[in-house]
């Protein structure tokens, strides 16, 4: 009796560890991940993107929906083809960079949520916050779990996968990125995409 | 020193449209990295590489013509030395 009872605490915590959620690394060894993000401008629109993506993500696969995390891009990394936009995008008059060194989206409720498979469909609310104003946003995401997959992108390493993608647009304005000004040679719309793995090692 | 002048904005004007029409007659803004395109093969994810390499746009078209417009603009106030010797000459 006592050797079924421990047999069956035994199964009961084996089944327990494999429902528990994971976190998920999103800090990249392959520098893949990035934020993208485009502007429109008379010329040409302005296509750029920024490759220092970090944070956490913690992910059920049981339970996609009960998603958490949050996404950290330096504002440092942001990269457009033209150095000297480059300078100026990053100055105080644009970003601030100096002053303001991180662009982060913190998720905080999963809605409309579709799996299938190991791909999941939902629309995340959460708190983004670019150039120091935080604003509560609801943005469409994918996610993609690859079970055992790490080993294929990073040798000699166990553990899981998370893709997540998403595509957003924001206004600059109400991110005091020059509001109301420029908007006959900058876009107030930006849009946004993230492309980004995180790694969960066993 | 006008037809030197002169010499050197009609160089200028040309090889700036050479050089721009060599490089890709890029329409757009003038690059100074190139974006490549990486993509991850386990996760599909598309990522993005710059390599440093300058590629002219219209605005250093633009700037080199206006320049190469300024060289010649300024030719046509100066005298020939010819013109101030023969000057030179009458009086």
Redesign the interface.
């Known amino acids: 009796m006592k050797t079924k009872l421990i047999i069956l605490a035994f199964v009961a915590s084996a089944g327990f560890a494999l429902a528990a959620p994971q976190t998920f690394d999103f800090k990249d060894p392959?520098?893949?991940?990035?934020a993208?993000f485009k502007l429109d401008a008379p010329?040409?629109s302005i296509?750029g993107?920024a490759?220092g993506v970090s944070g956490t993500v913690t992910f059920d696969s049981e339970n996609p929906g009960a998603t958490t995390g949050k996404i950290v891009v330096a504002t440092g990394s942001l990269?457009v083809?033209?150095?000297?936009?480059r300078t100026h995008m990053l100055s105080d008059k644009w970003l601030d960079a100096a002053k303001f060194p991180e662009i982060s989206f913190e998720a905080k409720e999963f809605k409309s949520v579709k799996t299938a498979g190991d791909t999941t469909t939902a629309d995340v609310t959460g708190t983004f916050t670019l150039k120091g104003i935080s604003k509560e946003l609801t943005v469409p995401v994918k996610l993609?779990y690859?079970k055992d997959?790490l080993g294929?992108?990073t040798p000699g390493q166990k553990g899981d996968?998370l893709?997540i993608r998403a595509g957003f647009s924001i206004k600059r304005g109400d991110f005091n990125i020059n509001p109301g000004q420029f908007e006959d040679k900058v876009s107030d719309k930006i849009e946004l995409t993230l492309?980004?793995?995180g790694a969960s090692a066993k | 020193m006008k037809k030197v002048l002169r010499i050197v904005a009609a160089i200028l004007a040309v090889g700036s449209i050479i050089f721009w029409a060599a490089a890709g007659a890029n329409r757009g803004w003038t690059k100074t990295s190139v974006p490549r395109k990486i993509v991850d093969e386990v996760t599909g994810i598309e990522g993005v590489s710059y390599e440093k390499h300058f590629v002219p746009g219209v605005d250093f078209l633009g700037a080199a013509l206006a320049g190469a417009g300024i060289l010649a603009g300024i030719s046509l106030f100066l005298r020939t030395k010819s013109n101030d010797s023969q000057n030179e000459n009458k009086t």
């Open positions: 392959k520098g893949i991940n990035n993208g010329l040409e296509n993107s490759s990269m083809p033209n150095s000297m936009q993609t690859m997959k294929d992108r996968l893709v492309s980004i793995a």
